[in-house]
């Protein structure tokens, strides 16, 4: 119990120190972009894929109960709700979770074990902010542009199982998605997924910059960065979803 | 010959435990301006560490190190930072950063911490490689260079800035003689041409003999000997007779 606080204050203390150093001069903005580039890019072939076999699953799910009832036009609606308020975010955060919180782990901690870190400040630059700060912003910027990637290839896949089923027409099946879709239902669940990236950003980066185990360190981070990330990230959308229902009522289905 | 230069280097009554191991135990020495001292010691008598605690890495429980006037030991941030520009150090793993090419490897210290213009950075990496004979190799990562390119490599880092003073950690470690011999050469060309005040670690006493005025001997984290090799072979210490012995 008592070490896990400490993780706790650990962690917080290391994510209040991202924070102090995001808006601290050089911003290091060149290696920000690289690092989103590297997530993002290389998270899309992932999320998209995902994203198109969720979106054929969930209409093969939705269908045969809704048929039942005779609510078929419901499909796409049922779809783009499901996607744009829980299975978008939360899945996307989990795929990165997995994708980049392993990789930011593995590889700050593989700079720790070849002394690279240390040649950063002996060379008079600050490996935390060198280091650390750019992943987890590249994180919180990435994070909600691949949720509205993977939400809009959901509806791809959905739509291409439902068409597959019925002929719906592209057209229809849209008009039928965003129909009632409130603007509340897709921004601030969207908008949560920055909460996730700096989540994984700053719990991976602590894993990695901390790690002090040698060789088998490395794996050692890796793994529980994609376990803690993955935990918190589902633990927080909790209770993001209680504050987002507080401030806007309306978001609730 | 070297007692009337001032001190570039020195160590005052420095000590550090790990736990409940000490490591060093009131370590004393200096090295004047445009000197190099070997270390040497069996495995594990804190020689590393005492580079660490050179360069900041690491603080000390007890004791000064001043490095060109700064009190390495007390600084912090930015002071340390400031300190830092005057030490080059070159790692026994080289330490390149593997996501860098070579060029960007050498170039980072001079883009963060001068105000020179991409062109004027450009002439600086090029001579520095040139130096360590791996011009054409600019846009090679580091996993695509050799153990003594990488050790050439990691020497021309350390340079870039044109310090006052440069640690080294194991130049030869894992290299073959006729290798670990050039980055010896590329030390004394330095020494002879900036008068650069170094630190060297090493087991190898035949490199330590080519590039060390003196020699430090650490036994068991405390200091045992300090002089010139030929001094030193006649010590009363068996431990130091044999670590100054040539193979």
């Given at each position: 119990?008592?070490?896990?606080?400490?993780?706790?204050?650990?962690?917080?203390?290391?994510?209040?120190?991202?924070?102090?150093?995001?808006?601290?001069?050089?911003?290091?903005?060149?290696?920000?972009?690289?690092?989103?580039?590297?997530?993002?890019?290389?998270?899309?072939?992932?999320?998209?894929?995902?994203?198109?076999?969720?979106?054929?699953?969930?209409?093969?799910?939705?269908?045969?109960?809704?048929?039942?009832?005779?609510?078929?036009?419901?499909?796409?609606?049922?779809?783009?709700?499901?996607?744009?308020?829980?299975?978008?975010?939360?899945?996307?955060?989990?795929?990165?979770?997995?994708?980049?919180?392993?990789?930011?782990?593995?590889?700050?901690?593989?700079?720790?074990?070849?002394?690279?870190?240390?040649?950063?400040?002996?060379?008079?630059?600050?490996?935390?902010?060198?280091?650390?700060?750019?992943?987890?912003?590249?994180?919180?910027?990435?994070?909600?542009?691949?949720?509205?990637?993977?939400?809009?290839?959901?509806?791809?896949?959905?739509?291409?199982?439902?068409?597959?089923?019925?002929?719906?027409?592209?057209?229809?099946?849209?008009?039928?998605?965003?129909?009632?879709?409130?603007?509340?239902?897709?921004?601030?669940?969207?908008?949560?997924?920055?909460?996730?990236?700096?989540?994984?950003?700053?719990?991976?980066?602590?894993?990695?910059?901390?790690?002090?185990?040698?060789?088998?360190?490395?794996?050692?981070?890796?793994?529980?960065?994609?376990?803690?990330?993955?935990?918190?990230?589902?633990?927080?959308?909790?209770?993001?979803?209680?504050?987002?229902?507080?401030?806007?009522?309306?978001?609730?289905? | 010959?070297?007692?009337?230069?001032?001190?570039?280097?020195?160590?005052?009554?420095?000590?550090?435990?790990?736990?409940?191991?000490?490591?060093?135990?009131?370590?004393?020495?200096?090295?004047?301006?445009?000197?190099?001292?070997?270390?040497?010691?069996?495995?594990?008598?804190?020689?590393?560490?005492?580079?660490?605690?050179?360069?900041?890495?690491?603080?000390?429980?007890?004791?000064?190190i001043f490095i060109s006037g700064y009190?390495?030991?007390?600084?912090?941030?930015?002071?340390?930072?400031?300190?830092?520009?005057?030490?080059?150090?070159?790692?026994?793993?080289?330490?390149?950063?593997?996501?860098f090419t070579l060029y960007d490897n050498?170039?980072?210290?001079?883009?963060?911490?001068?105000?020179?213009?991409?062109?004027?950075?450009?002439?600086?990496?090029?001579?520095?490689?040139?130096?360590?004979?791996?011009?054409?190799?600019?846009?090679?990562?580091?996993?695509?260079?050799?153990?003594?390119?990488?050790?050439?490599?990691?020497?021309?880092?350390?340079?870039?800035?044109?310090?006052?003073?440069?640690?080294?950690?194991?130049?030869?470690?894992?290299?073959?003689?006729?290798?670990?011999?050039?980055?010896?050469?590329?030390?004394?060309?330095?020494?002879?041409?900036?008068?650069?005040?170094?630190?060297?670690?090493?087991?190898?006493?035949?490199?330590?003999?080519?590039?060390?005025?003196?020699?430090?001997?650490?036994?068991?984290?405390?200091?045992?000997?300090?002089?010139?090799?030929?001094?030193?072979?006649?010590?009363?210490?068996?431990?130091?007779?044999?670590?100054?012995?040539?193979?």
């Open positions: 119990m008592r070490r896990f606080l400490q993780f706790i204050g650990d962690v917080t203390l290391f994510g209040i120190r991202v924070m102090a150093n995001v808006c601290r001069r050089p911003l290091e903005l060149g290696e920000t972009w690289s690092q989103m580039s590297e997530m993002g890019v290389r998270s899309l072939p992932l999320v998209s894929s995902s994203g198109l076999a969720l979106g054929v699953v969930m209409t093969l799910h939705t269908r045969s109960t809704l048929v039942a009832f005779g609510a078929t036009a419901l499909i796409p609606r049922v779809q783009s709700l499901s996607f744009f308020v829980e299975i978008g975010p939360l899945v996307a955060a989990l795929l990165v979770a997995g994708r980049v919180g392993a990789g930011i782990g593995a590889v700050i901690a593989n700079l720790r074990v070849t002394e690279q870190i240390d040649a950063i400040e002996v060379l008079s630059v600050d490996s935390f902010k060198f280091l650390v700060v750019p992943r987890v912003i590249a994180c919180v910027i990435v994070l909600p542009l691949l949720t509205v990637f993977m939400d809009a290839c959901g509806l791809v896949g959905g739509f291409f199982s439902e068409f597959a089923v019925s002929h719906l027409p592209p057209k229809l099946f849209l008009e039928r998605a965003f129909q009632g879709v409130e603007w509340s239902n897709f921004v601030p669940p969207t908008l949560k997924t920055a909460v996730f990236g700096f989540i994984i950003g700053a719990v991976s980066s602590y894993y990695g910059y901390t790690m002090n185990e040698g060789t088998h360190g490395v794996g050692k981070a890796a793994t529980n960065s994609v376990v803690t990330c993955s935990l918190l990230v589902i633990l927080a959308d909790v209770i993001l979803v209680k504050i987002i229902f507080l401030l806007f009522p309306g978001s609730a289905i | 010959m070297t007692e009337s230069r001032p001190a570039a280097v020195v160590l005052d009554g420095v000590s550090k435990c790990f736990g409940s191991k000490q490591v060093l135990s009131r370590v004393s020495f200096s090295v004047p301006r445009g000197e190099a001292v070997c270390v040497l010691g069996r495995s594990g008598t804190g020689k590393s560490v005492m580079l660490r605690l050179m360069i900041g890495l690491i603080k000390p429980d007890a004791g000064d009190n390495i030991s007390r600084l912090e941030g930015k002071e340390l930072s400031r300190a830092r520009c005057k030490i080059g150090f070159l790692f026994q793993s080289a330490a390149l950063f593997d996501s050498l170039a980072l210290p001079l883009r963060r911490l001068t105000d020179k213009s991409k062109s004027e950075i450009e002439g600086i990496v090029h001579q520095a490689l040139n130096q360590v004979a791996l011009t054409g190799e600019e846009n090679k990562l580091p996993s695509a260079l050799s153990g003594g390119m990488r050790k050439r490599a990691g020497l021309a880092r350390a340079l870039v800035l044109e310090p006052d003073v440069l640690l080294v950690d194991e130049p030869s470690s894992g290299l073959d003689r006729i290798t670990a011999s050039e980055i010896d050469d590329l030390l004394l060309e330095q020494k002879a041409m900036h008068q650069t005040t170094m630190v060297i670690v090493t087991h190898d006493v035949h490199g330590a003999r080519r590039v060390g005025d003196r020699f430090a001997v650490l036994d068991q984290g405390k200091l045992i000997a300090l002089g010139k090799p030929q001094e030193l072979e006649n010590h009363e210490s068996e431990t130091v007779r044999k670590l100054v012995a040539e193979e």
